[in-house]
């Protein structure tokens, strides 16, 4: 499933990792040169604390620095993401059951605004569900799922209204030095205890003609297990 996405990842000099036994919840990797030090993971982690769900990825800069430079339109334009794939499954985010890969999204893309109801959210770092599947018409071999036109699948109540498995939800999120943050209440993610996960950054792009795939994963970062095996797994915070 993930073979080509880990390939671009692998290619990039990003695929050295070491789990510890100490902390197997975890996943760590070596600082890369060849990576912005903006996207470089030197640690990503998923843990449960209190009711909530904590999504952390600490890289070698300063986290959110580096952003999408504004296009003047939304075809061709650029997205840049922290993101933790899953294996939580699309039924449990408010999509059909069994749809691809569920992955949290923290996006900045200066050029469109994908908040729930209308919202703006094109001037800050903000956090999105996506569903992923295979396209060899990618760059980085992944899309988020299109919606066919003249479907109506399940979405979720913040769906932004775009015809893609996307959901725009206004979960905490914060920068803080080397570290990004999101917090989501357990009670909307309770599959989340015991997950899989794995930590990715990337650029992504909207097609230029506006035709499916509608928004690619265009240039894989890092990944921080080398091989997006999702060797991490969420465990109560220590």
Request: with cysteine.
């Amino acid at each position: 499933m993930f073979g080509r996405f880990a390939t671009g990842a692998l290619a990039a000099g990003t695929a050295l990792l070491w789990l510890t036994a100490a902390s197997a919840h975890s996943i760590k990797a070596e600082p890369a040169e060849a990576v912005q030090a903006a996207f470089d993971i030197i640690e990503t982690t998923i843990v449960t604390k209190g009711d909530s769900a904590i999504f952390t990825t600490r890289v070698r800069g300063e986290a959110g620095k580096d952003k999408p430079d504004a296009t003047g339109k939304f075809e061709g334009s650029s997205v840049y993401a922290y993101v933790w794939p899953t294996s939580l499954d699309s039924g449990e985010i408010g999509f059909d059951k069994g749809q691809g890969i569920v992955a949290l999204a923290v996006t900045f893309h200066p050029d469109f605004d994908d908040a729930a109801k209308g919202g703006k959210n094109r001037h800050v770092w903000h956090p999105h569900w996506v569903v992923l599947a295979e396209d060899k018409a990618c760059g980085g071999g992944l899309k988020v799922i299109d919606i066919p036109e003249g479907t109506k699948p399940k979405v979720p109540e913040t769906w932004p209204g775009v015809p893609l498995l996307i959901d725009s939800p206004e979960y905490p999120t914060s920068f803080k030095g080397d570290t990004v943050d999101v917090a989501i209440p357990l009670s909307l993610i309770g599959g989340i205890k015991g997950a899989s996960f794995d930590g990715v950054t990337a650029g992504l792009k909207v097609n230029g003609n506006l035709h499916a795939p509608l928004l690619c994963v265009s240039n894989v970062f890092k990944v921080a297990s080398g091989d997006l095996s999702l060797p991490g797994k969420v465990v109560p915070a220590e």
